[in-house]
């Protein structure tokens, strides 16, 4: 834990925003709801669905945000030299790194089952790795800097199903406003976000481990996804510099310099997608919360996810 900070889906200190725990707090700090180990030495992340959120988001988190820093609070959060680029940018010798790698081993254990728009897309899912880019002001005047997500990794799993599907997002390079702006799926195992389909001996059962691993090495990123079945391992490679898709198709509608532009960080945890917000768009669900977390827990509107290994490393180049 000595690279990463926690958010948590609190405000014990009443402060407007969500709790947070620094890199040096971290290494003994537990939360008997939202962030513990179990018996089984599993790292447990937990979040309701109806509870405190980051600003500009109605989705709670129990979630790490990786910290190149480490305990060094000279550098701050949203420095270059807290976050890695791509080789393509122009300015990748002031970040701390040159692409990144992060590997996960985890098992799903719960995902909200109540939902009143049961169609919109994030019902009933949880996201459980990503790289986020860091919004820059500056660089929104030149066309990027946006706090975009190259990579989503998402969990979703309908209530009457007997397994989940896994899959991941792309999200086009662009301004809030723009209509183009959107998450391109990708599957892994069983169906994507759209499809209400029960994905059966394709898909993963709740408490079932699998393992990702995100590894960002010069521009482009390569993405392994593997169970204990070696037949089922997926690959995907995407290069992060242009607006060419994970299927080697061009994407006229993305960013043609990609993310060559941003400040880069990786986040693993349980990250809730059931927002409680009821409102027209496509990202709100209205999934039940009460704000109360012994009555969410016992009616099932929360998630949460079990990891059993989360490591952080340079890239490698992959093999041949």
């Known amino acids: 834990m000595r690279f990463w900070k926690l958010q948590l889906p609190v405000d014990d200190n009443k402060d407007g925003k969500v709790d947070e725990v620094d890199v040096r707090g971290l290494k003994d700090y537990s939360h008997p709801d939202f962030f513990h180990l179990n018996e089984g030495g599993f790292l447990i992340f937990s979040a309701p669905n109806k509870a405190a959120t980051t600003t500009n988001s ?40 040159i692409g990144g790698q992060l590997e996960a081993t985890l098992a799903v254990l719960h995902v909200a089952r109540n939902a009143n728009y049961p169609d919109k897309r994030p019902a009933y899912s949880v996201v459980v790795g990503q790289i986020h880019a860091g919004k820059d002001e500056g660089l929104m005047r030149r066309g990027s800097g946006f706090g975009n997500e190259p990579i989503k990794i998402f969990y979703k799993k309908w209530p009457d199903h007997e397994t989940g599907s896994v899959f991941w997002t792309y999200e086009r ?8 702006r959107t998450d391109i799926v990708y599957p892994v195992w069983g169906n994507t976000w759209e499809n209400p389909g029960d994905p059966g001996d394709d898909g993963i059962s709740l408490g079932e481990l699998f393992n990702y691993n995100i590894n960002v090495h010069g521009n482009t990123m390569y993405l392994t996804f593997r169970t204990k079945d070696a037949a089922r391992t997926v690959n995907y490679q995407i290069d992060l510099s242009d607006n ?39 990202w709100y669900p209205a999934c039940a919360g009460t704000g109360e977390w012994a009555t969410d827990k016992a ?18 180049a992959p093999a041949d």
């Open 58 to 97: 109605t989705n709670t988190r129990s979630e790490l945000r990786q910290m190149y820093r480490s305990t060094n609070t000279k550098i701050g959060t949203h420095d270059l030299a807290n976050n890695f680029a791509l080789k393509a940018n122009r300015r990748a010798k002031d970040f701390a790194d």
């Open 299 to 316: 009616n099932g509107d929360y998630v949460s996810v079990a990891f059993a290994r989360l490591l952080l490393s340079r890239s490698v």
């Open 173 to 180: 390079n662009l301004a809030r406003d723009n209509p183009d």
């Open 244 to 282: 060419v898709d994970a299927y080697g198709n061009v994407d006229e509608k993305d960013n043609p310099e990609g993310y060559s532009r941003d400040a880069l960080y990786f986040k693993a945890g349980a990250y809730n997608q059931c927002s409680a917000k009821d409102a027209t768009a496509s």
